[in-house]
């Protein structure tokens, strides 16, 4: 639940850094949106952490800070790339939810109840990233986003 738990804190992070660059006030407002169900994610996730004993990750302020600069540059690239990006984030996150929803123990319902949730959310944000015009990513960018998340997971498990 803590590398769920972190990634929320970077989908918030990513959210609000493109938001703060979207040049469309629509879009900015559907980001604004998203972020505030990610913000739903954060509480679900530290709540669980909670009642299960954990711990978040230490390193959540570098999360966040990384997050929120990569959020920015993305928004640079300009809205449709800056929606591929989301779009593809969110389609990762989905295939790591998936995962976890395999792994986690059939008895444990309050979590697999939380991951659920958070999984049909984000797969409703990759639509409507797509929906808004998002481009398709480059393959070396789609690896590179996929080498920092396994990264990132690895390290947030521990720390």
Same mark, same amino acid.
Do not use: Y
């Given at each position: 639940m803590r590398i769920n738990h972190v990634g929320e804190v970077c989908a918030q992070a990513l959210y609000q850094g493109q938001a703060i660059t979207c040049r469309d006030a629509a879009l900015r407002q559907s980001l604004e949106k998203a972020a505030f169900e990610e913000t739903e994610h954060l509480a679900w996730t530290e709540r669980?952490? @909670?009642?299960?004993?954990d711990r978040k990750s230490l390193l959540n302020p570098l999360w966040y800070l990384g997050s929120l600069t990569i959020g920015i540059v993305a928004g640079k690239f300009g809205d449709t790339w800056s929606l591929g990006f989301l779009a593809e984030t969110e389609r990762q996150v989905e295939a790591h939810l998936d995962h976890h929803?395999?792994?986690?123990? +059939?008895?444990?319902?309050? +979590?697999?109840?939380? @991951?659920?949730?958070?999984?049909?959310d984000e797969i409703s944000h990759a639509n409507t990233a797509v929906h808004l015009g998002a481009r398709q990513l480059p393959t070396p960018a789609r690896h590179a986003m996929r080498l920092v998340s396994r990264f990132m997971t690895a390290t947030a498990y521990y720390v």
């Open positions: 669980r952490l @909670v009642e299960l004993g929803l395999n792994d986690l123990p +059939s008895h444990d319902e309050k +979590s697999r109840a939380i @991951v659920e949730q958070m999984r049909l």
